[in-house]
């Protein structure tokens, strides 16, 4: 089955107002010159998502972009929960996306594979695409646990939100040894955890697990994407450092 690429940044804890606005008017001169061929995203702290959104909102939607959201509360009703930001918060800010399970939120911020199973549930019950992240340690993949993490943090949303929560949604393979490195995962390490990925989507729901798109993150740059975008099984990125330039995303975006 054919299944458009997606591209989607994450700025992590970086940028202002003022990079929103230069980011937005570099990416979309650039998009209007030449259609990048795959859908888009830019996942902000949630302080930016409504200014990101609004200026590609009505008459400024750029086709095939969606703005989105780093991370999510795993509560759905309003309520006592000092901090939090709501699934529905976000979508009400213009949220299409929203990255959940990053590895910097499991080992800096104590999520645990429940905790991430919950906000899947969160974020599809209110209309946000999920970007669920999975990946591994050094230390596990030396220890030839690779496969094992990945499906242990897979199942765990499967079986507690349901593939139906991802579709429309994203995985993302993100192993922490190539996140913010510089070194990208070599073909001969993705290619594996990606098919995998696929087969427990697939065994899960054939149709829907089909039609989920598998990206790859860490140190993805304009210079090893191709390479890494025609792998089999690897339907897009998800982009650190390098989304934070708009001139180098978009070059991602469109390296074939
Ligand atoms: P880098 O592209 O900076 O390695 O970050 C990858 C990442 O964590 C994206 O979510």
Not at 139 to 144: I, K, L, V
Not at 174 to 203: C, F
Not at 242 to 252: H, Q
Request: hydrophobic fraction near 45%; include cysteine; charged fraction near 20%.
């Amino acid at each position: 089955m054919s299944r458009t690429p997606l591209v989607v940044g994450n700025w992590k804890m970086n940028g202002s107002l003022g990079a929103v606005a230069s980011w937005a008017a570099s990416f979309r001169a650039l998009c209007e010159e030449a259609a990048p061929g795959c859908e888009t995203g830019l996942c902000v702290p949630s302080v930016y998502v409504q200014p990101l959104a609004a200026l590609f909102s009505g008459e400024r939607a750029l086709p095939g972009f969606g703005p989105g959201a780093e991370t999510v509360s795993d509560r759905e009703e309003p309520g006592a929960f000092t901090g939090e930001v709501s699934a529905a918060m976000l979508r009400d800010a213009g949220a299409c996306w929203c990255i959940v399970g990053h590895s910097e939120r499991r080992t800096l911020f104590g999520e645990t594979d429940e905790v991430v199973a919950r906000k899947v549930a969160a974020a599809h019950a209110a209309g946000l695409r999920p970007i669920l992240c999975v990946g591994e340690t050094l230390e596990e993949r030396e220890a030839g646990k690779t496969r094992r993490t990945v499906l242990r943090q897979l199942d765990a949303v499967l079986g507690a939100a349901g593939i139906s929560a991802l579709a429309g949604g994203a995985v993302a393979y993100e192993p922490l040894w190539a996140i913010g490195t510089g070194k990208a995962a070599g073909a001969e390490d993705i290619k594996p955890v990606h098919a995998v990925i696929r087969s427990a989507l697939t065994q899960a729901d054939r149709t829907i697990g089909e039609g989920i798109r598998i990206l790859y993150g860490g140190s993805v740059k304009p210079a090893n994407a191709a390479g890494i975008l025609s792998l089999p099984n690897v339907d897009g990125a998800l982009v650190g450092g390098a989304s934070l330039d708009a001139g180098n995303f978009y070059r991602i975006c469109t390296a074939r």
